[in-house]
């Protein structure tokens, strides 16, 4: 004969099992040590946020099929005695208020809890040959440096060690003796092609990529250096982290490069020191066109520019 608490317990650990499954996790339990990314289309990405909000800002982010993300503690949702008690309504809100701090390729930061399911800790493992890959790389602040070899093996000849914040091209990712190694190439004159273990690669920000040439695209826009002058047209190139977060690099007539800072489709600010006396940054947006000023230099930033097309 079953018992109440036998069948109290079978309960229990059925829909400890489910949840483990499907990536929920209570105020009460800890979760798994390590994170992937679960439930985001191929097209997207996870946003690591600087606080566990939707409307914080964005620092970072996981692509579709990421894993290896450490579980820094999350917050939010219900405990399993509110669960037995909540409505599928509430149950439904509360998985959309459950937050998780994270670890991710030097990034610490909080997602959405939905999204997550527990993974695994193995370097790359979302970079293999079938991943998709980005143009470009970064190496990550994680190493001290990332060795460039000759072929994907630690025993292939060092070409040259890249410092953390490099950004190289991407030629490719592959699965070598349960390592992902990615074929790079340095941005510099000399062109170095070789490999590099993917434990240390990450997807660059936008403003990394813009600082080190490495565009998404170049063109012209309008622009003006100084009060009065009528507006001619200045070489730019952008880096996009996709949504509206762009960085602008635009070259002034003097040949000193301006950056400009878009996040979600908004001007948010431009590189203005103390050599150029810290000018007063201002924008307006009429239509599609952003209309900036930086002191007495003014640009004319489309939208097209931002987001591409």
């Known amino acids: 004969m079953v018992t109440y608490a036998r069948l109290r317990a079978a309960v229990i650990l059925a829909f400890a099992l489910f949840a483990a499954q499907a990536g929920l996790a209570f105020g009460e339990a800890s979760g798994p040590d390590y994170f992937k990314v679960s439930g985001v289309a191929s097209d997207d990405v996870l946003n690591i946020r600087n606080k566990p909000s939707a409307r914080a800002d964005k620092i970072g982010e996981i692509?579709?099929?990421g894993n290896g993300i450490q579980n820094l503690g999350c917050e939010g949702g219900l405990t399993f005695a509110e669960w037995q008690r909540a409505t599928e309504a509430e149950r439904a809100a509360s998985?959309?208020?459950r937050w998780c701090r994270v670890s991710y390729r030097g990034i610490d930061g909080w997602v959405a809890g939905r999204f997550l399911?527990?993974?695994?800790?193995?370097?790359g493992a979302s970079r293999g040959s079938a991943s998709p890959n980005p143009t470009f790389w970064g190496v990550s602040g994680q190493a001290d440096f990332l060795n460039l070899r000759s072929g994907?093996?630690?025993?292939?000849?060092?070409l040259r060690k890249l410092l953390?914040?490099?950004?190289?091209?991407?030629h490719g990712c592959k699965d070598v003796a349960e390592q992902t190694w990615c074929e790079i190439e340095t941005l510099n004159n000399d062109r170095i092609r070789g490999w590099g273990t993917a434990a240390y690669l990450e997807k660059p920000n936008a403003s990394l990529r813009a600082g080190q040439g490495a565009f998404d695209a170049t063109g012209k826009v309008p622009c003006a250096q100084f009060a009065g002058q009528p507006m001619g047209q200045c070489s730019f190139g952008?880096?996009?982290d996709g949504g509206g977060t762009a960085t602008v690099s635009v070259t002034r007539p003097d040949g000193l490069r301006r950056a400009l800072f878009f996040q979600d489709g908004r001007f948010v600010s431009a590189d203005t020191s103390q050599a150029d006396g810290?000018?007063?940054?201002?924008?307006?947006?009429?239509?599609?066109?952003?209309?900036?000023?930086v002191g007495h230099e003014r640009y004319e930033i489309p939208d097209a520019a931002i987001f591409g097309g």
């Open 238 to 240: 952008v880096a996009r």
């Open 152 to 158: 994907p093996t630690t025993d292939s000849q060092v």
């Open 117 to 123: 399911a527990e993974g695994s800790r193995r370097p």
């Open 278 to 293: 810290y000018p007063a940054v201002s924008s307006r947006k009429e239509s599609d066109l952003h209309t900036i000023r």
């Open 164 to 170: 953390p914040g490099t950004v190289v091209r991407n």
């Open 95 to 97: 998985a959309r208020s």
């Open 63 to 65: 692509p579709f099929d």
